[in-house]
C-alpha cells in the first residue's frame, strides 16, 4: 500500500518562502512519476509541478521560476522548494504518485493521453498540507 505523508506547510507573508515535503513508503515502481497539487476553495484542484525517476521536470506556468521540485531517492522523500509567495499560493498542496508511463483517459468512444500536471494521471494521493500567504 503506497502511502504519501505531507509536511512543511504554514502561513508565511508574500515574498516569503516555504519547503514541503513529502514522504513515501510502500513505493514499488522502479519508474515512477511523482508530483505536487494545490486547491484552494472553492477552485479545482489544479498541478503544480511533476518529476519524474529521470529528473525530468514540469511545472505550471503560474509558479515556473519561483518553485523548484525535487526528490531525494535515499530518504524516499519529495520536495517542493516554494519562493516569493503569492497570495495567490494560498492553497492545499498534495503530493501525488503513480507508475511512469502514459495513461489515457476516454469518453465517447475518444481517447486522450493525460497530461502529467492533470489530476487524473495520478493514482495514489496524500492527505494535503496546507499553505496560507497573506499579502
Known amino acids: 500500500q503506497v502511502q504519501l505523508v505531507e509536511s512543511g506547510g504554514g502561513s508565511v507573508q508574500a515574498g516569503g518562502s516555504l519547503r514541503l515535503s513529502c514522504a513515501a513508503s510502500?513505493?514499488?515502481?522502479?519508474?515512477?512519476?511523482m508530483g505536487w497539487f494545490r486547491q484552494a476553495p472553492g477552485k479545482e484542484r489544479e498541478g503544480v509541478a511533476v518529476?519524474?525517476?529521470?529528473?525530468?521536470?514540469k511545472y505550471a506556468d503560474s509558479v515556473k521560476d519561483r518553485f523548484s521540485i525535487s526528490i531525494d531517492n535515499a530518504k524516499n522523500t519529495l520536495y517542493l522548494q516554494m519562493n516569493s509567495l503569492k497570495p495567490e499560493d494560498t492553497a492545499m498542496y498534495y503530493c501525488?504518485?503513480?507508475?511512469?508511463?502514459?495513461?489515457?483517459?476516454?469518453?465517447?468512444?475518444?481517447?486522450?493521453?493525460?497530461?502529467?500536471?492533470?489530476?487524473?494521471?495520478?493514482?495514489?494521493w496524500g492527505q494535503g498540507t496546507q499553505v496560507a500567504v497573506s499579502s
Open positions: 518529476i519524474d525517476s529521470d529528473g525530468t521536470t
Open positions: 510502500g513505493y514499488r515502481y522502479e519508474s515512477y512519476l
Open positions: 501525488a504518485a503513480d507508475s511512469l508511463g502514459i495513461r489515457t483517459h476516454c469518453s465517447g468512444g475518444n481517447c486522450r493521453k493525460l497530461d502529467v500536471l492533470e489530476v487524473a494521471r495520478f493514482e495514489f
